[in-house]
């Protein structure tokens, strides 16, 4: 900022409720940092909003000052999208305010909440919306993205869920989000990602869901992971909705049910999930558990708030972390070859390669129902390269690539665009697939300037 600016920032200071964090201020070394330690920018300033007219004031300022802008919800984004240098940010990350009508079966939220306070919030009344799978990542992105968790087999996407939202647009307006409120705006907030204004708040709809669920881990070795996948991939294709089965690959965490001997051995691990009356779902897990000899189990029913954090403990923030990502409409024999050598091999003990199901509710929307156009996808894989030191980024970087090239002949030629990495600008049209025309007509009248661009970005058409 130069000098010239300094009497600006006093009376930005002056006209928020919020913070205003420069370089100079304690805050600042910890405001900027994200989910992934890769990510190393440095904003001119940071405003940490407190209100919807902080965030007016925030995008006004940016623009009155040419600065590049861009917005924080729960920092997760891999890409690192929520920072940007010598820019402004919007950080919503006090704004975690939740109104549940539980009569009437909404939530509304505020754009800095993370999925830990939209759960909280709604299992106070028994309900939930489908989330993600780590309590810390951000309501925003992830709704702004698509959304996908355990709920979404059976009740869809997140932002299927979604009713409505609160903008602040490029024009520094406050405008409603419906199917009959600006309805254009609201078919490209739904996997659109941030490019057509900041949400201020989200209101979405909810679905009786546990307290107790049925849910858990079933552990294989990885010497056994052809026999299990093949038969995984037998075992979803007839699964009912309510049943999600994800299959991870990694080396073992030092996870309390695992003997000993195979902590930091190869595994193949099943993560279930009933979105029903456990006493029914028990029996259709059975199989799960006689695809070979399982290492251990840990199955039963927990409050769903505890199991919607099982992962938090590998997802932690501060490791070094780079993805590479495919949809897939069937999952071939060839693709687990790959993936069972790639995985003999991880360049760290937290690397891992997951396939996450969807399908079920999330396949029945038309594509061009809303901005998120990969109905088709049945299974997301991402392979997480994750590290700590930053001498070992080559390495990790190299062997997350070289699998993604490797199980490319066997993807559908999607992908979800939360899960794209900074380098991957060449991928923004597959992750909008075919709405991305209209996304970009859109873009032209909602942020002409292009106001909105530090994301995976659709220029103005
Ligand atoms: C450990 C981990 C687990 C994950 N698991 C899942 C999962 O199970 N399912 C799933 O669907 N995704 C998952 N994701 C991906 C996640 O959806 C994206 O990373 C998402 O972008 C995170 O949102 P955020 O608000 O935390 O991110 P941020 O980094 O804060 O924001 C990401 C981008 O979203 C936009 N944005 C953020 N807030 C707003 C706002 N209020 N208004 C307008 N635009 C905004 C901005 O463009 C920003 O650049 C996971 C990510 C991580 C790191």
Request: net charge negative; aromatic share 8%.
């Amino acid at each position: 900022m130069t000098k010239l600016q300094a009497p600006r920032i006093e009376a930005l200071k002056g006209k928020v409720t919020g913070a205003v964090i420069l370089p100079e201020d304690d805050l600042y070394e910890s405001a900027r940092k994200v989910w992934n330690a890769t990510i190393d920018k440095h904003p001119a300033l940071i405003v940490r909003c407190a209100t919807t007219s902080d965030v007016v004031c925030a995008v006004n300022f940016a623009k009155e000052n040419g600065l590049v802008l861009a917005v924080r919800g729960g920092g997760h984004n891999i890409a690192g999208s929520a920072m940007c240098d010598d820019g402004l940010v919007v950080d919503l990350s006090p704004m975690k305010a939740a109104r549940i009508d539980a009569g009437a079966r909404r939530a509304t939220i505020e754009g800095g909440a993370t999925l830990a306070d939209l759960d909280a919030a709604t299992q106070a009344h028994g309900l939930a919306t489908p989330v993600g799978i780590n309590s810390t990542t951000g309501v925003a992105g992830l709704t702004l993205g698509g959304g996908f968790g355990w709920l979404s087999r059976k009740y869809g996407m997140t932002i299927d869920n979604l009713e409505s939202a609160e903008v602040v647009t490029a024009a520094g307006e406050v405008v409603r989000a419906s199917a009959t409120d600006n309805p254009d705006l609201f078919w490209a907030l739904r996997g659109g990602s941030g490019n057509f204004g900041v949400v201020t708040s989200f209101e979405f709809r909810l679905h009786p869901v546990g307290p107790g669920v049925l849910s858990g881990l079933i552990v294989y070795p990885l010497s056994e992971a052809k026999a299990v996948l093949r038969q995984y991939r037998e075992f979803m294709a007839k699964a009912p909705d309510e049943l999600s089965v994800w299959a991870v690959l990694r080396q073992a965490p030092p996870l309390p049910f695992l003997p000993e001997a195979v902590h930091g051995q190869g595994i193949i691990a099943l993560a279930l999930f009933y979105a029903g009356d456990p006493a029914q779902g028990m029996p259709l897990i059975a199989p799960l558990r006689s695809f070979g000899v399982p290492l251990g189990e840990h199955v039963g029913v927990q409050p769903y708030t505890d199991w919607q954090k099982a992962f938090d403990p590998l997802l932690t923030p501060g490791a070094r972390n780079y993805w590479k990502s495919h949809n897939f409409s069937v999952l071939d024999d060839g693709l687990f070859d790959a993936v069972i050598t790639a995985i003999q091999t991880p360049p760290s003990p937290q690397c891992e390669i997951f396939f996450g199901a969807i399908g079920g509710a999330t396949s029945r929307p038309a594509p061009d129902s809303a901005a998120y156009a990969h109905r088709d996808a049945q299974f997301v894989m991402n392979v997480h390269g994750r590290w700590d030191d930053s001498a070992d980024d080559e390495r990790c970087i190299r062997w997350a690539r070289d699998f993604f090239k490797a199980s490319a002949p066997f993807a559908s030629g999607g992908v979800y665009v939360n899960f794209l990495t900074a380098d991957e600008g060449d991928r923004v049209r597959a992750a909008y697939g075919q709405n991305y025309e209209r996304l970009a007509r859109i873009k032209r009248q909602y942020d002409p300037q292009n106001l909105f661009s530090t994301n995976q970005n659709i220029p103005p058409a």
